[in-house]
């Protein structure tokens, strides 16, 4: 606020500011607190877990917040096409994307006050913390399958049928299902010719209903990981408390390899002694050639 107060010469508060300012004033507003370097003025913004963005990103998330949610996914690859298209640097980009929007769509939101704002704000800290939380959990299962490897390795001093392994570290997408961790099994060529693909589901509460739904999902992502290649593995990972046996033995039937855990989302920080022996003669099996992935998921 101080800022646009600064760079429009008003004793306005930001929610008259935003309310009634010309799209080139709130650009201007805007673009001062982008380059505002007296400690005065740099806001401190932080993510779902207490680290502070950076001031840029600071000033992009918080205006961004007042108008359009997720703007990473939604507004991010727009931005991107607006430097690609115009030549503009992408701060400039932001500023003038925000702008325009806050300009354009502020009727609808009818009002910048910080009681709103802080409800907004807190909203995008718990969306914040749950992303973060769910990477720890890909971080988790992806150090549990690099121990399984090493392991194989260590005794074997190659990696079975296969020339070499790589440990993707971004999710992967097929069809529209989600698979956090992945693994490539790799020929002579260098060339993949089959995956471990890992989904990974979680639930912070307790209750029955989420049983059906966790079995549901893996089948799905089995679906659609069998429909694109017949040839790779699916290893599902369930964490959630008090779930039912029923449940845990289709999910067991259905994947090449079940990893459950009865821990909350919390309590979940690594794969124990019995887990991580079970996934290491899994890995071992896959990479011997003495087991394939299994051909249905009725």
Same mark, same amino acid.
């Given at each position: 606020?101080?800022?646009?107060?600064?760079?429009?010469?008003?004793?306005?508060?930001?929610?008259?500011?935003? !309310? &009634?300012?010309?799209?080139?004033? *709130? #650009?201007?507003? @805007? %673009? /001062?607190?982008?380059?505002?370097?007296?400690?005065?003025?740099?806001?401190?913004?932080?993510?779902?877990?207490?680290?502070?963005?950076?001031?840029?990103?600071?000033?992009?998330?918080?205006?961004?917040?007042?108008?359009?949610?997720?703007?990473?996914?939604?507004?991010?690859?727009?931005?991107?096409?607006?430097?690609?298209?115009?030549?503009?640097?992408?701060?400039?980009?932001?500023?003038?994307?925000?702008?325009?929007?806050?300009?354009?769509?502020?009727?609808?939101? !009818? &009002?910048?006050?910080?009681?709103? *704002? #802080?409800?907004? @704000? %807190? /909203?995008?800290?718990?969306?914040?913390?749950?992303?973060?939380?769910?990477?720890?959990?890909?971080?988790?299962?992806?150090?549990?399958?690099?121990?399984?490897?090493?392991?194989?390795?260590?005794?074997?001093?190659?990696?079975?049928?296969?020339?070499?392994?790589?440990?993707?570290?971004?999710?992967?997408?097929?069809?529209?299902?989600?698979?956090?961790?992945?693994?490539?099994?790799?020929?002579?060529?260098?060339?993949?010719?089959?995956?471990?693909?890992?989904?990974?589901? &979680?639930?912070?509460?307790?209750?029955?209903?989420?049983?059906? %739904?966790?079995?549901?999902?893996?089948?799905?992502?089995?679906?659609?990981?069998?429909?694109?290649?017949?040839?790779?593995?699916?290893?599902?990972?369930?964490?959630?408390?008090?779930?039912?046996?029923?449940?845990?033995?289709?999910?067991?039937?259905?994947?090449?390899?079940?990893?459950?855990?009865?821990?909350?989302?919390?309590?979940?920080?690594?794969?124990?002694?019995?887990?991580?022996?079970?996934?290491?003669?899994?890995?071992?099996?896959?990479?011997?050639?003495?087991?394939?992935?299994?051909?249905?998921?009725?």
């Amino acid at each position: 606020m101080a800022c646009c107060q600064k760079c429009l010469s008003r004793k306005a508060t930001l929610d008259e500011i935003l !309310r &009634t300012a010309s799209k080139s004033e *709130i #650009r201007r507003g @805007i %673009l /001062d607190c982008y380059s505002a370097e007296d400690e005065v003025y740099l806001p401190l913004l932080c993510d779902g877990i207490g680290r502070s963005y950076p001031h840029p990103n600071a000033c992009y998330y918080l205006f961004a917040w007042l108008i359009r949610d997720a703007p990473q996914q939604r507004l991010g690859p727009l931005i991107q096409r607006m430097v690609r298209n115009s030549g503009k640097s992408h701060a400039e980009a932001e500023v003038e994307a925000l702008s325009g929007l806050i300009h354009k769509y502020r009727r609808n939101v !009818r &009002t910048f006050v910080w009681p709103a *704002i #802080r409800e907004v @704000i %807190l /909203d995008r800290f718990e969306g914040s913390r749950r992303s973060i939380k769910g990477h720890e959990k890909e971080t988790v299962v992806r150090t549990a399958l690099l121990i399984a490897i090493q392991s194989f390795f260590e005794k074997n001093g190659d990696y079975g049928k296969y020339a070499g392994v790589e440990v993707t570290d971004k999710e992967i997408v097929i069809g529209n299902e989600t698979f956090d961790v992945s693994i490539n099994l790799i020929d002579a060529q260098g060339q993949r010719v089959r995956r471990i693909l890992v989904p990974i589901k &979680t639930r912070e509460t307790e209750g029955g209903g989420h049983a059906h %739904l966790f079995t549901r999902d893996i089948k799905s992502a089995l679906e659609a990981a069998r429909f694109d290649s017949a040839d790779d593995f699916v290893m599902a990972v369930i964490v959630a408390k008090n779930w039912s046996e029923r449940e845990k033995a289709t999910i067991r039937r259905l994947a090449d390899h079940a990893a459950i855990f009865d821990l909350s989302s919390n309590e979940f920080t690594e794969f124990g002694r019995n887990e991580q022996s079970q996934l290491n003669t899994f890995v071992v099996l896959a990479l011997k050639g003495q087991i394939s992935p299994k051909a249905s998921v009725d």
